[in-house]
């Protein structure tokens, strides 16, 4: 895993979530999935980089708003703590990011490469 590229992706992530929303992580994560090569590697630099990116916006808002005492109100809507609260939202960018560029990387492979991933049945 490149340290470089995770810290890029969390670059990426933090400018494009805070200027298009929270559905940009999955456009981070295609663009991740495109550039890099395929495979399991590139798939955890992008949930990673996503994960990091979203712990940094969360970081820079806990210094300038109480977001301690948002995650507690709203944790208990989804039935967690607020600090499990916080812990799935970075998981959820996780997830958008990596499984964006899992797909991205797959459709990059040549057709016949992909038929011989499958097993069968």
């Known amino acids: 895993m490149t340290y470089l590229r995770v810290v ?4 990426v992530t933090v ?6 929303g929270w559905w ?6 295609i663009t991740s999935g495109l550039i890099s090569p395929p495979g399991r590697t590139t798939v955890l630099e992008a949930g990673g980089g ?3 990116g979203w712990a940094a916006i969360l970081a820079a808002s806990a210094l300038g708003g109480p977001i301690w005492a ?3 109100r709203v944790g208990p809507v989804f039935g967690v703590p607020g600090l499990a609260f ?7 960018s996780a ?9 991205a990387g797959e459709l990059r492979r040549p057709p016949a490469l992909r038929r011989l991933g499958r097993r069968k049945s």
């Open 70 to 72: 948002v995650a507690q």
């Open 8 to 11: 890029g992706v969390a670059a």
């Open 95 to 103: 997830l958008l990011a990596g499984s964006a560029a899992l797909v």
């Open 24 to 29: 940009s992580v999955v456009l981070v994560g």
């Open 50 to 52: 996503a994960a990091l």
């Open 86 to 92: 916080v812990a799935i939202t970075l998981v959820f």
């Open 15 to 20: 400018v494009a979530t805070i200027l298009l």
